[in-house]
């Protein structure tokens, strides 16, 4: 799953963690509604410590210049062409666990602002995996997506023998950012202010949302569907559905899909205080994340990615691939009422949720886990509640829970790290506790929320849910693979 082992623990120690899935994992399935039978994603998590320098990027195939600047001695090679009608999707999934300081104190003076706090990463190291000429030249939600990228297909078992088989025009990369690189560009303005002849000549192209999923298809050398979407903070489940829908149509059998951002800098802490979006509870961080608790005012901002690694089932199965999780489907809706503010009576969520429920081919009873978009806002939380108890009524078997309660908001990321905490629930048995939630909201049932400890839960449906500015909403279901 995309959430280390900070998502049971403080949201300040390890509070960011770089997550990946790959194709080998547990697995997650699609349905696929235009069909009589169940086109399956697969999906594969797995926790474990960064292996710094353990695996490089992989040089592309392709003779070009770009490919020479990752540090790699391996070589993927297309031997064979395999396509296959099934939609279905294998993933595994990594999590990098980053050492945190004692305090979640941003490295940039930002004493004159109203919130001075975030989930910073404070150690990451691209070590044997990017080139260090490149590595500085690059914007750090591009690190982070490039390692996560190449963890996930080392957990999902795609070695170089198995890389050499894959057909790699039907292989593809989806990974989106709300932010982009925010950095890059920023720095580029204060280099323009001295001379334009100041400026990194990576700038532009680096600072773009797709430039992430473009490195990584070259460096790969797969040729299948790459771009990149951006929803705002809604990003990773548009990534993750959009790439399960390339599968469906028989476009793609192996997807790397998912987000990554990484904005805490002035302009990135300025630009959310100005929204008035952000916690100001600075003397006790610890605290500060705690959504759907009375004293709630707002999100804490994190930074990090979270990558799965969708497979077609048959194409997942001939190869061996360790199966976590099924995708079942997912759905996107738009508010059409607002930049920043929920909708009042919530017909964009509820209608969201009712057509994952219909895509996905289950009814609202089969769903007993909530990955919840909860970001710690007065409104946001309570509106999104409301939207649940419209849809699944006084089911006393759901559970409800948030992970931003934990790590923080991850913006364009926090989609995808949210649905490996969701696979792992499934895997494990276990959901993470809403740490926090210590006066809760009188207008929300706390039968529904899971309480301030970790509990047993075996889930035979999960749902998660992101919303972005904007007004777009975004759910997608996962289930046991059976």
């Given at each position: ?479 046991p693979y059976k």
């Amino acid at each position: 799953m995309t959430t280390a082992s900070s998502c049971y623990a403080s949201p300040l120690r390890d509070l960011l963690v770089v997550a990946c899935m790959s194709g080998g994992g547990d697995p997650l399935a699609l349905s696929d509604t235009r069909t009589s039978r169940r086109s399956k994603l697969l999906e594969k998590c797995s926790a474990f410590p960064s292996p710094h320098g353990s695996a490089g990027l992989v040089s592309s195939c392709n003779n070009n210049a770009l490919s020479s600047v990752f540090e790699s001695n391996n070589t993927y090679f297309n031997r064979k062409q395999r396509r296959f009608n099934r939609a279905s999707c294998t993933s595994g999934q990594v999590t990098l666990e980053m050492e945190k300081e004692a305090m979640p104190y941003p490295e940039f003076d930002c004493s004159a602002f109203p919130t001075r706090i975030a989930g910073e990463i404070k150690s990451f190291s691209t070590e044997g995996l990017v080139a260090l000429k490149l590595s500085k030249r690059m914007d750090k939600f591009m690190l982070y997506l490039l390692t996560a990228g190449k963890k996930a297909l080392a957990d999902g078992g795609v070695t170089e023998d198995v890389m050499a088989e894959l057909d790699k025009s039907r292989c593809g990369v989806l990974i989106g950012s709300a932010m982009r690189g925010m950095k890059i560009f920023y720095d580029a303005l204060e280099a323009l202010k001295i001379s334009y002849k100041k400026m990194n000549p990576f700038c532009v192209p680096f600072a773009t949302t797709n430039m992430g999923s473009a490195m990584l298809a070259i460096d790969l050398g797969w040729m299948g569907p790459n771009y990149s979407i951006s929803t705002a903070c809604a990003t990773g489940n548009f990534c993750i559905l959009n790439a399960a829908n390339h599968i469906i149509r028989g476009e793609a059998d192996v997807m790397l899909c998912g987000g990554s951002d990484s904005v805490i800098i002035p302009i990135g802490l300025g630009g959310f205080v100005a929204c008035r979006a952000l916690s100001q509870q600075n003397d006790d961080p610890t605290k500060a994340s705690r959504p759907w608790d009375s004293n709630r005012d707002g999100f804490f901002m994190g930074e990090g990615v979270g990558v799965l690694l969708l497979e077609e089932l048959e194409h997942a199965k001939k190869r061996g691939a360790t199966i976590y999780a099924e995708f079942l489907g997912g759905s996107f809706t738009s508010d059409a009422y607002h930049i920043t503010e929920p909708r009042p009576d919530g017909a964009g969520v509820i209608l969201c949720i009712e057509k994952t429920l219909a895509h996905a081919g289950i009814s609202k009873e089969d769903i007993n886990y909530i990955n919840a978009h909860a970001t710690s806002t007065p409104a946001g939380d309570l509106k999104e509640y409301q939207a649940f108890a419209h849809c699944f009524g006084q089911n006393p078997e759901l559970r409800i829970n948030s992970t931003k309660s934990m790590i923080g908001h991850l913006l364009g990321a926090s989609g995808a790290v949210e649905a490996v905490a969701t696979i792992q629930a499934i895997k494990t048995g276990w959901v993470h506790p809403n740490i926090n939630l210590e006066n809760p909201d009188k207008a929300v049932d706390t039968k529904l929320l899971v309480g301030l400890k970790k509990e047993r839960l075996d889930i035979k449906a999960a749902l998660s849910n992101s919303f972005g500015f904007g007004g777009h909403n975004s759910s997608i279901i996962f289930a046991p693979y059976k």
